[in-house]
């Protein structure tokens, strides 16, 4: 009589729960790393907005915007002559002249907002899980 070699239901339920328990415990890290990429990206943005600050204060004597503050990137685009992602779904941005300081809100929940002076050294974070 021919034995056959298989898997019982038991053998095959451990392994499928293992698998499941790595699969979930890789995306959990998952969704931090991409977080950190964002952060690192509204950082950059922050600091291209610092520059183009400096060399609007050079051209005409006065941090833009003119009074107030603004958060519509394609006037802040052609303004500082930067060049921020109109088509964003992460972060807001807003400079602020009253406060010398441009912000970056994360979007939907402005759950984090980073912010950085005009003649700042880095930008700090306020909110829930900065990274």
């Known amino acids: 009589m021919l034995k056959r070699k298989s898997f019982t239901l038991i053998e095959l339920l451990v392994v499928i729960t ?3 328990v790595l699969g979930v415990l ?4 998952f969704g931090g790393s991409r977080e ?3 952060d690192k990206d509204a950082k950059a943005n922050l600091a291209f907005i610092q520059e183009g600050e ?5 051209e005409s004597g006065s941090y833009y915007p003119s009074s107030g503050n603004t958060s ?4 802040i685009n052609t303004n500082l002559r930067i060049s921020l992602p109109t088509d964003t779904l992460s972060w807001s941005y807003n400079v602020d002249k009253n ?3 441009a912000t970056a809100s ?8 980073w912010t950085l ?15």
């Open 18 to 20: 293992i698998i499941g």
């Open 26 to 29: 890789s995306f959990s890290g």
């Open 36 to 38: 950190g990429a964002l």
């Open 54 to 58: 400096k060399f609007y204060k050079m």
């Open 72 to 75: 519509v990137i394609a006037d």
């Open 99 to 101: 406060n010398t300081r």
């Open 106 to 113: 994360r979007l939907p929940s402005s759950s984090r907002v």
């Open 117 to 131: 002076n005009f003649t700042g050294n880095a930008a700090t974070c306020t909110g829930t899980a900065c990274y």
